[in-house]
């Protein structure tokens, strides 16, 4: 008997945005819904809070999006 794990918990964070879109495009995704992607993420911003102080925002350029129900 084999038998394999993969833990790809981690994996979600370390996407690169433009290297998914490049390769959906390459997968005959529609460009239509692959520029509606490329538009939601590079609007995507976060920030920190420490200690109740809130640094100011950054953009984020790699991992995708989790949690929320629109979430890819």
């Not at 939601?40 to 989790?66: E, M, P, T, Y």
């Amino acid at each position: 008997m084999y038998c394999a794990f993969v833990d790809a918990s981690k994996a979600f964070d370390k996407v690169l945005h433009n290297g998914l879109f490049v390769k959906l495009l390459k997968k005959n995704v529609s460009s239509v819904f692959v520029r509606l992607l490329e538009s939601w993420h590079s609007k995507l911003h976060a920030c920190v809070l420490w200690n109740d102080v809130i640094v100011s925002s950054f953009a984020v350029k790699c991992g995708v999006r989790q949690g929320g129900i629109l979430s890819p």
